[in-house]
């Protein structure tokens, strides 16, 4: 028995060509889809990077929303550690998410995640970026592989949408905000709205 979790042979898997065919197929049907990921903190390596198998998908489907080599970070707005936030700054374009009190008062959870950015070409036409960070938070390349995308301080987004050509939806999340960690019975946090 390996007494030290460096002496387990950990299992790598990605999406196969035949995945994410079956999930392009689906979207193109009008199927929407969420994809989350996580930051690049001891993520694995060449293909099978979150960011690389998620912008696998999302550049199979046609989104212009990619999820960020990176971490996001902010060492003066955090819950005690630099990767453990709360925002509040809703910028949807297209719905008043603050509108009542669904989100009102209401922080989105996001822990140990990173940045969602635009492709390339940068085409925002259909695209809603959902949540932004504060003026504070940052991103920095975690595993140090330098293949993350620059984003200024406090021009961080962490949530963001799109409605695709066929009619499906994407959701382009920097973090699971719709885990058990994420999302609390007392639903003091915004991540079910």
Same mark, same amino acid.
């Given at each position: 028995?390996? =007494?030290?979790?460096?002496?387990?042979?950990?299992?790598?898997?990605?999406?196969?060509?035949?995945?994410?065919?079956?999930?392009?197929?689906?979207?193109?049907?009008?199927?929407?889809?969420?994809?989350?990921?996580?930051?690049?903190?001891?993520?694995?390596?060449?293909?099978?990077?979150?960011?690389?198998?998620?912008?696998?998908?999302?550049?199979?489907?046609?989104?212009?929303?990619?999820?960020?080599?990176?971490?996001?970070?902010?060492?003066?707005?955090?819950?005690?550690?630099?990767?453990?936030?709360?925002?509040?700054?809703? =910028?949807?374009?297209?719905?008043?998410? =603050?509108?009542?009190?669904?989100?009102?008062?209401?922080?989105?959870?996001?822990?140990?995640?990173?940045?969602?950015?635009?492709?390339?070409?940068?085409?925002?036409?259909?695209?809603?970026?959902?949540?932004?960070?504060?003026?504070?938070?940052?991103?920095?390349?975690?595993?140090?592989?330098?293949?993350?995308?620059?984003?200024?301080?406090?021009?961080?987004?962490?949530?963001?949408?799109?409605?695709?050509?066929?009619?499906?939806?994407?959701?382009?999340?920097?973090?699971?905000?719709?885990?058990?960690?994420?999302?609390?019975?007392?639903?003091?946090?915004?991540?079910?709205?």
């Amino acid at each position: 028995q390996p =007494t030290d979790y460096a002496d387990y042979d950990l299992v790598k898997s990605k999406l196969s060509d035949e995945e994410v065919e079956a999930v392009k197929e689906f979207v193109n049907g009008g199927g929407s889809l969420i994809i989350t990921s996580r930051a690049d903190y001891k993520d694995g390596e060449d293909d099978y990077q979150n960011a690389t198998q998620a912008n696998n998908v999302l550049e199979s489907i046609g989104s212009n929303l990619r999820i960020n080599d990176d971490e996001v970070i902010d060492s003066e707005n955090n819950e005690g550690q630099e990767y453990r936030l709360m925002f509040d700054t809703y =910028t949807s374009s297209k719905f008043d998410l =603050t509108s009542g009190s669904e989100v009102e008062d209401h922080y989105y959870s996001f822990y140990s995640g990173c940045s969602v950015i635009l492709d390339d070409e940068g085409n925002d036409e259909n695209v809603d970026f959902l949540v932004k960070g504060h003026s504070t938070t940052e991103t920095k390349d975690a595993d140090y592989e330098s293949d993350s995308v620059a984003v200024e301080k406090g021009e961080v987004y962490v949530l963001g949408a799109e409605e695709l050509e066929d009619g499906g939806k994407v959701i382009v999340a920097g973090t699971t905000f719709f885990s058990d960690f994420e999302v609390s019975g007392d639903n003091i946090n915004s991540n079910i709205q």
